[in-house]
């Protein structure tokens, strides 16, 4: 089993992975607070970073700038996009009729890294889809046997049968 341990000290997030404890970015922390400022519209939400598919990795590269540091499984996660089935998303933000997918669970891969996305992304969304997406990863790490960080238990609410937001 793999572990991903979040540590929260005021408005810094850190990853501890295989030891290592890794500090996240504080241009990220800023453009959330920025997203925050703009209010919880659906624009705010596509131009936001929330996982691996708005940022092209540049999260997770300078949160585990080592790769070898990287669990083997990470590196061979199956590509997801948009067009794929939405039961492969933690996440599902639908307003006016446009659809947003989010933390994909496809795969152990997938899974993990949408877990640590989410741990510094979490704060940019609605209360509501933090506790689904919060419930729908943990769900998906018990699947593929990847301790579930406590940030995600503190996070989510009752188990849910649904992936779906409006926002």
Known sequence: MFSLSF????????????????????????DIRRLRRRGESMRAFQAGTYDIQDDG????????????????????ASAVDQESNSRLFALVMVDDGQVMKKFATADPGNTWLSTLYFAFTKDNLPEEAQKIAAANLIEACDYFDIEAPEMLWDVAGEPTDTNIVDV
């Open 7 to 30: 540590l929260n000290s005021s408005d810094n997030l850190a990853l501890r992975v295989g030891g290592v404890i890794r500090w996240g970015s504080e241009l990220l922390m800023r």
């Open 57 to 76: 990795g540049q999260l997770l590269k300078e949160v585990v700038p080592d790769l070898d540091d990287v669990p083997d499984f990470v590196k061979t």
